[in-house]
């Protein structure tokens, strides 16, 4: 097999990769937002007393998870196409509401691993319940996730690329596009892994960092802070 590899066909067409790659990174941080913010909704209200506010939490989480991702991707694409939404919006909602509902039970977790004790102690000095979930209860839990979110995150960066089928021109939009003209399926391919890579390597280790890990993926020990 005489495969010769060339570059050079990508390196031209590199204002197409260099904007699916900023398309990709601003995709994927206004999902990230997005589901952050859903996430925390949900998640606390799985924690409320009112069965209500748990129901409602319930059934977002089990409806969004237990659908494809693509096919939030078609719901808004096509099933909604009368509203007229710009694809790259499409993208976000899919994967924002998609990752939420795993936000979500992440943030459930967290403030459940908060012992009960310190929020009535922060209760019996006067905050309020609102109050007592900013200053008290939130900090810790957010602490405590930041690992398995790291790895949603992660997966939500990998999904974006889903989003290519709606038509939003990010890296695999591109990637597909240069591969149409150029015929180096490898080349092509080999460059948009590498990127990806690189990303969700950064975002990752950036987390892990925030975390106060080691960046081996051991917690750090009291005696090492």
């Known amino acids: 097999m005489n ?3 060339q570059f050079g066909p990508i390196w031209d067409n590199r204002a197409l990769i260099v904007d ?9 941080a206004v999902a990230l937002v997005l589901a952050m913010l859903i996430g925390i909704a949900v998640g606390t209200a799985a924690t ?6 748990r129901a409602v939490s319930v059934t977002y989480v089990e409806s969004m998870r237990n659908i494809p991702l693509l096919i939030h991707m078609y719901f808004w694409y096509n099933g909604l196409s009368f509203l007229k939404i710009p694809a790259f919006w499409c993208g976000v909602f899919g994967l924002s509401l998609y990752s939420g509902a795993y936000v979500a039970e992440i943030v459930r977790s967290g403030i459940g691993s908060v012992p009960r004790g310190q929020r009535q102690a922060a209760l019996a000095s006067g905050l309020t319940n609102l109050q007592t979930m900013v200053f008290v209860v939130y900090p810790q839990a957010m602490r405590a996730i930041i690992p398995s979110l790291a790895s949603v995150f992660s997966q939500l960066i990998k999904d974006s690329s889903l989003a ?14 240069i591969e149409g003209q150029t015929f180096r399926t490898f080349e092509v391919y080999i460059t948009v892994c590498v990127l990806y890579f690189v990303l ?7 987390l892990t960092i925030l975390s106060g890990s080691r960046g081996d993926g051991f917690p750090r020990r009291a005696a090492d802070a």
């Open 3 to 5: 495969y010769t590899l």
């Open 20 to 28: 699916g790659f900023i398309t990709t990174i601003l995709l994927s």
């Open 48 to 53: 409320a007393q009112g069965k209500i506010f």
């Open 164 to 177: 290519s089928v709606i038509a939003v021109a990010d890296l695999t939009y591109q990637a597909s596009a």
């Open 200 to 206: 969700v390597t950064l975002i990752t280790q950036a």
